[in-house]
């Protein structure tokens, strides 16, 4: 069974910097797309960045682009998302999450979430 956990969320001010990292345990997502999603209270999930199985491509929602990257190191089956110039717009649970595609919109697998908090 493949599990994805997230970590690296907290509380941060406006303006610092936080690293996100998801693990995969069970099997290997090497071949697999990596997503990372954001939920805000009250909002609904949206698309934050993606990032192809070889690394070779990326994509950014245009809210976070400049200030985000997201990255994967296969070999530790972890994928990670750099956050600066953080926002307090930004405050939100962050997820991560699977699909064998990068033309997919199905995933296969998702991370239970990590809390980002950004204080004005």
């Known amino acids: 069974q493949v599990q994805l956990v997230e970590s690296g969320g907290g509380l941060v001010q406006a303006g610092g910097s936080l690293r996100l990292s998801c693990a995969a345990s069970?099997?290997?997502?090497?071949?697999?797309?990596m997503d990372w999603f954001r939920q805000a209270p009250g909002k609904e999930r949206e698309f934050v960045a993606a990032?192809?199985?070889?690394?070779?491509?990326?994509s950014y929602a245009d809210s976070v682009k400049g200030r985000f990257t997201i990255s994967r190191d296969k070999a530790k089956n972890t994928v990670y998302l750099q956050m600066n110039s953080l926002k307090p717009e930004d405050t939100a649970v962050y997820y991560c999450?699977?699909?064998?595609?990068?033309?997919?919109?199905?995933?296969?697998?998702w991370g239970q979430g990590t809390q980002v908090t950004v204080s004005s």
């Open positions: 990032i192809f199985w070889n690394g070779g491509s990326t």
């Open positions: 069970g099997r290997t997502l090497s071949t697999y797309t």
């Open positions: 999450a699977a699909r064998q595609s990068w033309y997919s919109t199905e995933y296969d697998y």
